[in-house]
């Protein structure tokens, strides 16, 4: 019978354990990076409307759109941000029926885009009832109540 002979390996071994700890803690950091950014990503959400053209007899082929944003308390008008709350929509010298009647003026030239948040559906609909009786025509786009909203404007060459 033949005998086994044993090996022995003279390296010493290595113990890696402290290398795995390091590697493990730097991995952890980097998932709670990740973590921390994407919240305040999600946080910091912007919206763009941007008017686009639509084929050859599109509606805004020929027209410039105007903007106004729906919100639970009122309506904001774009460009220049004015506020006008809900019970004053209807008034006869409110900016909202100010805009209405120059774009009916102008309902060859010009329609509504309706930037609608979440928590401001009411105020749309009280708006739409507006807008359906000048008989102008109107986009609309709902947003989230958290977003920023910014307004591309966008000029019809005449």
């Not at 990740?34 to 020929?62: F, H, L």
């Not at 920023?148 to 404007?153: C, D, P, R, Y």
């Amino acid at each position: 019978m033949r005998k086994r002979r044993r090996r022995h390996n003279s390296q010493p071994s290595q113990d890696l354990e402290s290398f795995l700890d390091i590697l493990t803690c730097t991995i952890g950091i980097f998932i709670l990076m990740i973590i921390i950014m994407t919240t305040q990503a999600v946080n910091q959400q912007e919206v763009t409307i941007v008017a686009k053209t639509e084929g050859e007899n599109g509606v805004n082929k020929s027209k410039n759109p105007r903007y106004i944003e729906c919100r639970s308390n009122g309506v904001i008008l774009y460009p220049g941000e004015e506020f006008v709350s809900q019970e004053n929509l209807n008034a006869p010298n409110s900016a909202v029926t100010k805009l209405i009647a120059e774009i009916q003026k102008n309902r060859d030239r010009e329609y509504l885009i309706v930037a609608v948040r979440s928590n401001g559906i009411d105020t749309f609909k009280l708006v739409r009832n507006l807008v359906e009786r000048a008989e102008i025509d109107i986009g609309y786009e709902p947003i989230d109540a958290n977003w920023q909203l910014k307004i591309e404007e966008t000029a019809v060459k005449p």
